[in-house]
C-alpha cells in the first residue's frame, strides 16, 4: 500500500504531499490545478518512461518520492534486497529524479537502482488506469494470467499439470537435440577408443610385466660381468689358496678348548659355528649361480622388443600425470577400463530413437493437456465478457463489448498452447480491437473499472490509480462509478482523479489540488478535506461555486453515498425508480447530474425537493490491512 508520495517541480506542481491510505482516496481540484500530474508522477515512481518536458520550467529536475508499505517477506521486499535496498518495519522508500535533460536516477530503500526495478516492483504493487496509459494488462501474457485468475479452480490442476509436462518435454527434447548434435563427434571419440583398445588388446600386457622384463634385461645384457662377480666371491669364500672358510675354521679350533670354563666365549664360539656354516652355503649359491649364467642373445631381444611394443602402449595411453596416477603397464590397463566403460557409453544402442520416442509422448500429452486448458478457457472468456458486459452497461457504456479472444497456437508456450487478447468493440457494429486500440481515454478507463471490479477477486492488486474514469459521464453513470470505486477499495487501495462530485462523494479521504496566484502548486496546496471542506469542494464540482442550493446537494451526496442502499446496478438488483437519468456521453466531465423540475439531483433518489427517501444502511467496507 502507499502511504504518502511527494512531488517537487513536475509540470505545474512546485512541491506536493499526498498522504495516502486504505480505502478510496479521491483527488480533485479546478482544472489545471495539477491532478493529472499525480498520476503522472506516481507512474514515474512505478517505472513509467519519462518525459524531460514534464520537468517544471526553471527546475533542473522534476523528483518524485514514495512510502509504501509492503510485506518484509514478500516479492516487494525480496527484489528490493536483490536491488540493494532496505525493507525498515515493513516501510519501503522509493525515489526517481528526472532530469531536465532527460536523465532518470533511481533509489530503492535508501540504494541506487535501475529503472527497471521499479517497473518490476509495480507489478506488485500499483495498477494505473489512465488516460493515456494503462499500467495493467499491457501484454498478452498478463491477460492470459488475468484470464487464468478469474477461471480459478477450473485450470488450476490442468495448468499445474502442464507446466510440469511442458517442462518434461523440454528437458527430452533438450536431450534429445544434444544427443543428435554431438553424433558425428561422439562418433569420432568412439573409434577412437576402438582403436587403442584393439592396440592394448593386440598386446595384452599384463600386470607388473614391464617391471620383471625391465630386471630381465638387466641380467641378460650383464651376463659376463655376473658370472664373474659370482666366481670371484666363491674364490674368496672358499679358494683353494685360503678363503674365508679357512679363516673360520682356524677361529673355531681357538675357541673350543676354552668353550667350557666360561658361558659367554661358548656363546662366542657357537656364533663361530653358525658363520662357519652361512660361509658354506653362500659359497655354495655362489658357485651355482656362476654356473647357470649364460648369455642367451635371442632372448634379450625378445625382451628388448616386448619392451618396446609395452613402452609404446605407455607413451600413448599412459603419459606421466599427477602424481596419484597409475604409470607405465598399471597405466595403460587403467586406461583401457576406462576407454570400454565410455565406449559403452558412446555406441548407439538405440539411445537416439528412445529419446525421440520419450519426447514425442511427452509432448502429445502436453498437447492434450493444453487443449483442455484451452476449452476451459475459453468458457472462462465467455463468463468473463458477460460479467463485464453488465458492468459497463451500468457505467453509460451500454453499446460497448468486451470480447476475449483465445486462439490456439501451434507451439507449446510455459502455460499452454494459447493466446489470450482482450478486445472492445466501442459501439453496436464496430468490430472489436486491442483493448488499448477501442476505446478513447475515458472509456477505457471505465473498461478497466469493469474489469478491475470483476477480477476484484481472483486478481487483486494491493492499488488501484484511475485517472478521469468518469471522462464524458454524469448523472446515474456517475453515481455507478463511484459505487463501483468504493466496491473495489473495500479489498484494495484505490486513488481516483475525478471531476465528478458523485464519484468525490463515495470518498474515504479526499485531496484537493489548489492552484495558488502564480498557477503551480505548493506542499501546503494538496489539503486534506474535512466534512465541512468536503462539502465546500462538492458544491464547487456541482455548480462552480458554493451556492447554498449547491451545498444542500454536496451535502445529500455525501449522505446517500454513506447509506449506499445495496449492491450495484450490474449485481442484479434494479435501480431505484427514482434515478435519474444518464447524462449524454459527451456531457462535461464535471457536469453535475441532471436536474428534475424543482432542483439538481446528486444522487440517484434524492432531490432537491425535498428529503430523499431513507435508504438501508451499506454494509461498511472492509479496508485492507494486510501489506503487499
Known amino acids: 500500500m502507499i502511504e504518502e508520495i511527494r512531488i517537487r517541480h513536475l509540470g505545474v506542481i512546485r512541491d506536493a504531499r499526498l498522504p495516502l491510505g486504505p480505502g478510496l482516496t479521491v483527488v480533485t481540484g479546478e482544472t489545471g490545478a495539477g491532478k493529472t500530474m499525480v498520476v503522472t508522477g506516481l507512474g514515474l515512481l512505478m517505472g513509467a518512461r ?11 529536475s522534476a523528483v518524485v518520492e514514495g512510502r509504501l508499505r509492503v510485506d518484509p517477506d514478500g516479492p516487494v521486499a525480496a527484489r528490493a534486497a536483490e536491488a540493494g535496498g532496505e525493507v525498515e518495519d515493513g516501510e519501503l ?15 530503492v530503500g535508501g540504494r541506487a537502482a535501475p529503472v527497471g526495478v521499479l517497473a518490476e516492483l509495480a507489478e506488485h504493487l500499483v495498477a494505473v488506469h489512465g488516460q493515456t496509459e494503462q499500467l495493467r494488462l499491457r501484454s498478452a501474457a498478463q491477460q492470459l494470467r488475468v484470464l487464468d485468475a478469474f477461471a480459478g479452480s477450473a485450470v488450476a490442476a490442468d495448468l499445474a499439470a502442464y507446466r510440469e509436462q511442458h517442462a518434461r518435454w523440454r528437458r527430452l527434447a533438450a536431450e534429445h537435440d544434444d544427443v543428435a548434435s554431438r553424433t558425428a563427434e561422439r562418433a569420432r571419440e568412439a573409434e577412437l577408443l576402438r582403436f587403442g583398445l584393439h592396440e592394448v588388446e593386440a598386446v595384452d600386457p599384463q600386470p607388473g610385466e614391464d617391471v620383471a622384463l625391465r630386471e630381465e634385461s638387466e641380467r641378460l645384457g650383464h651376463t659376463e660381468l655376473l658370472r664373474t662377480a659370482a666366481a670371484g666371491a666363491h674364490e674368496a669364500l672358499a679358494g683353494e689358496a685360503g678363503g674365508a672358510d679357512e679363516a673360520v675354521g682356524a677361529a673355531r679350533a681357538a675357541l673350543a678348548p676354552a668353550t667350557e670354563h666360561d658361558p659367554a666365549l661358548a656363546a662366542l664360539a657357537a656364533r663361530a659355528d653358525e658363520l662357519a656354516y652361512l660361509l658354506t652355503d653362500l659359497a ?5 649361480y656362476a654356473s647357470a649364467v649364460e648369455a642367451d642373445p635371442a632372448r634379450l631381444a625378445a625382451v628388448e622388443e616386448r619392451r618396446a611394443q ?65 476449452r476451459t478457457r475459453r468458457e472462462a472468456a465467455r463468463r468473463l465478457e458477460e460479467r463485464v458486459a453488465a ?35 466501442a459501439h453496436s457494429g464496430a468490430a472489436p480491437r486491442p483493448l488499448a486500440r477501442g476505446a478513447s481515454g475515458g472509456e477505457l478507463s471505465r473498461v478497466m473499472l469493469a474489469l478491475e471490479v ?36 473495500r479489498t484494495t487501495q484505490v486513488l481516483v482523479v475525478t471531476h465528478l462530485a458523485q464519484v468525490a462523494a463515495f470518498a474515504d479521504a479526499h485531496l484537493v489540488v489548489v492552484k495558488t496566484d502564480d498557477g ?38 455525501l449522505r446517500a453515498s454513506t447509506l449506499e442502499d ?21 456531457a462535461p466531465a464535471d457536469a453535475p447530474a441532471a436536474e428534475p423540475s424543482g432542483g439538481r439531483t446528486g444522487r440517484a433518489g434524492s432531490t432537491g425537493r425535498g428529503p430523499a427517501r431513507a435508504p438501508r444502511a451499506r454494509a461498511p467496507r472492509v479496508r485492507p490491512s494486510t501489506p503487499t
Not at 566 to 586: K, Y
Request: no cysteine.
Open 566 to 586: 445495496g449492491p450495484a446496478a450490474g449485481d442484479g438488483v434494479p435501480a431505484p425508480a427514482d434515478a435519474p437519468a444518464d447524462a449524454p456521453a459527451d
Open 93 to 107: 522508500l522509493v525515489a526517481r529524479a528526472v532530469g531536465a535533460g532527460g536523465r532518470s536516477r533511481v533509489h
Open 50 to 60: 519519462a518525459d524531460a518536458a514534464a520537468v517544471r520550467a526553471g527546475a533542473d
Open 454 to 489: 470483476v477480477l476484484a477477486g481472483a486478481d487483486p492488486v494491493p492499488t488501484m490509480v484511475f485517472d478521469e474514469v468518469d471522462a464524458g459521464v454524469g448523472g446515474r453513470a456517475a453515481v455507478e462509478i463511484g459505487r463501483r470505486l468504493a466496491r473495489l477499495a
Open 520 to 557: 503551480s502548486v505548493t506542499e501546503s496546496g494538496v489539503v486534506a478535506l474535512d466534512h465541512d471542506g468536503r462539502v465546500e469542494e462538492l458544491a464547487r464540482m456541482l455548480s462552480g461555486r458554493g451556492s447554498g442550493t449547491a451545498r444542500a446537494h454536496a451535502e445529500e451526496l
Open 310 to 374: 609395452l613402452a609404446a602402449l605407455v607413451r600413448r595411453y599412459a603419459p606421466a600425470g599427477g602424481p596419484d596416477a597409475p604409470e607405465g603397464v598399471a597405466g595403460v590397463l587403467a586406461w583401457a577400463r576406462t576407454a570400454a566403460e565410455r565406449l559403452l557409453d558412446l555406441d548407439d544402442d538405440g539411445r537416439l530413437e528412445r529419446l525421440a520416442a520419450e519426447r514425442d509422448a511427452a509432448h502429445e500429452q502436453a498437447r492434450a493437456t493444453a487443449a483442455r486448458l484451452g
Open 391 to 425: 458492468e459497463l452497461t451500468a457505467l453509460a457504456m451500454p453499446s460497448a463489448r468486451l470480447a476475449v479472444a483465445v486462439e490456439e497456437t501451434a507451439e507449446l508456450g510455459p502455460h499452454g498452447a494459447d493466446a489470450v487478447e482482450l478486445q472492445l468493440a
Open 284 to 288: 655354495t649359491d655362489l658357485a651355482a
